[in-house]
């Protein structure tokens, strides 16, 4: 299902962040032997409101709330060549379909609370893996 409106950006970064791995893993290694570029890609759904605090020669712009501290600990919990979704991003990305998803509980806030997390592994169809099928979740088995 094609998604408009604001559950459009959520299936759009999803496919973007698929598309990024797939032409990073087509990267090699030079002769010379550097090293592979690996990269953790987290994507979280929510509002966001951006301040310029100071006008002076170069913007400094401000991000309050708690987006980009949700969006820093995804990525900071991911693991290489993975891509980390929040709950919310889950709940737009599964209720569209399409993709595969398997559950991940995470700890991706600084206090006590436990926020469910998931991996997004593919498209469906896309010739995963047997093991990645068998891994991916309907929307009854993470919830938040």
């Not at 020669?57 to 919990?77: A, D, Q, R």
Request: glycine letters at 10%.
């Amino acid at each position: 299902m094609e998604a408009t409106g604001p559950h459009a950006d959520a299936q759009n970064m999803a496919r973007f962040a698929l598309e990024l791995l797939d032409d990073v893993n087509k990267i090699r290694p030079d002769v010379n032997g550097a090293a592979q570029i690996s990269v953790r890609v987290g994507i979280h759904t929510s509002s966001i409101v951006v301040g310029l605090v100071n006008t002076g020669e170069i913007p400094n712009y401000v991000f309050p709330g708690n987006t980009l501290p949700i969006l820093t600990k995804l990525v900071n919990c991911s693991e290489d060549g993975r891509i980390h979704v929040s709950y919310p991003t889950y709940q737009i990305i599964h209720d569209l379909g399409g993709f595969v998803i398997r559950q991940r509980k995470t700890k991706i806030d600084s206090h006590v609370s436990w926020t469910p997390t998931a991996w997004l592994l593919g498209v469906v169809g896309a010739g995963l893996s047997d093991d990645q099928d068998r891994d991916s979740v309907d929307g009854s088995s993470l919830q938040a």
